[in-house]
């Protein structure tokens, strides 16, 4: 009887600021390598020119770990408990950033002696790169995880009558965070860089190097481990709930072998160098591996056959029976396409129109406020998208954002040029983020209205698990597409400007940044013409409910996705 009236009950608010630390770190870190990837790079001794393919992996491989972990990791927790997998997760986060802070020691040095030893001869830098994806994707696998249980926690610990708010706190905590992970990158880098005498004297006495972009990385290991140590005593009190059932294994392993094989083949390496001998070749090779791309249509098939046959369906498939699940699920997955557009496309161009890699710290600063320019609106659009939706419906408020998006994308494809102001780079990311962020909560209320009452935490990963995809699919297949058109465009305009001599190394690097710079503005229509895509589903399944119409509980828990 005493142990009983002496039990501590934890405060549930108390909890979920703790949870939210880790969701928190793991979304900023989503997006956080945008702002110095091309310092990465240069950093590593790689030449910029021939190494964005391999190096896009570094976001596209934490994209599509993060899609897949996030996908199964709420089951998981279902079976097994909340708490184990809650600080699984944040285990493997901290071992997956100590691999990313330190690819360049110890896990090199096995990769690189594994290689040689299956008959390859990449060079310490190449294996270096790819130790840093690997550590990436340990990360993702964790971060992933962390959203879908922590939902799941909220719904352990607060009564259903007083779930809303909090479930929206931790979907505007996870927003928030890969939202301003490019600033934050962007930022700390330009001020070790710029401070980077000071740091070197002040830690050589140590034996410690300056930060750089590393630094980044090793903070998360100690802000993870209080996180991890104050969940652990807060949680000790809570009791561990289970569900019974099976896991859907089969179900797991042919999604993720699909979306991986997807993104392998849409990732084909291309041969970037602008040498004039290999420009022809190079053009005339397929930008996709085609076998690939089967092999991952095959196994999503027989994704779909084992979830429409099994009992304990990873996803179930009748949730795409009502229309508006299915077209909300298909904007959205269209929606992360074109986000991506935006998110690579500005990187790209600051760091071209650099004069020397000494410039690289402060173009990690420029292109985080200019990415900032993007995704700030985006977040503060979706406020005005909600009381659009409640007031003329989830179909007119999807295509206004479409349309606006339209209007930003195709400012892109007729103004980018080399010498473009950044304000104006500014004001054409405003529209974009704007338009995108209108669609956010009229799409997250579509689908999540649209399931059962049993089905809605599925539905909300839905909403986040397709945008996810989207982002995935584009930094693959678009990476492989631009450098695809830059070699050939280059190869032809530096061929016709050397008249069949040697070109001289200044007019071959303006001509290799004109070029980049043309074909960024090429995407801005590539992403037009898939906004403009996105107004078929739009137009075809988005009813138009409103809101308002949709009991106070569920129009409330739109907030979770709704970013």
Known sequence: MNAVSTRVTPNP????????????????????????????????????????????????????????????????????GRRRVYIACLLVFILGSVMVAVAHLGLTDGLYTLMRRLGQRPSREEVTLLAIIIGRVVQAIGAGAMVPVSLALVSDLFPRERRAQPLGIIGAVDTLGWMLGHLYGGLLVYFFGINQAAFASLLGGLGLPPPDWRTLFWINVPLTLIALALTLQALRHVPIQKTTGRFDFIGTLLFGASLTLLMLGLGNNVDASLAPTTLGAASQLPPFNFTLLLAAVLCFLFFLLVEARIKDPLLDLRLFRHPNLAAGALINLLVGFCLTIGLVSVPILVNVRLVDASQLNQGALQTGLLLSALTVPMALAAVPGGWLSDRIGYQKTTLLGLGLSIFGFGLIWQTWNIDLPDAVIALEMIFIGVGLGLTFSPISAAVI????????????????????????????????????????????????AAGGAVPDPMQFADIYARITVLVLAELGLVGALVCAAAIIPALWGLGKTRGSSVPQETASSVRVTGD
């Open 449 to 496: 209205n649209s399931a059962d009452e049993d089905k809605r935490g599925v539905a909300s990963a839905l909403v986040i698990v397709l945008r996810l995809i989207g982002m995935t699919v584009a930094v693959a297949s678009l990476t492989t597409l631009a450098l695809q058109r830059v070699t050939t465009l280059a190869g032809a305009a530096i061929g016709a």
């Open 13 to 80: 608010w108390w909890v979920l600021g703790l949870i939210c630390l880790p969701v928190f770190i793991g979304s900023l870190d989503l997006t956080i390598v945008s702002a110095f990837l091309p310092d990465l790079v240069v950093n590593l001794g790689l030449p910029l020119q021939t190494s964005l393919d391999e190096a896009a992996w570094v976001v596209s491989g934490y994209l599509l770990a993060d899609a897949i972990s996030m996908m199964f990791m709420g089951r998981v927790s279902d079976l097994v």
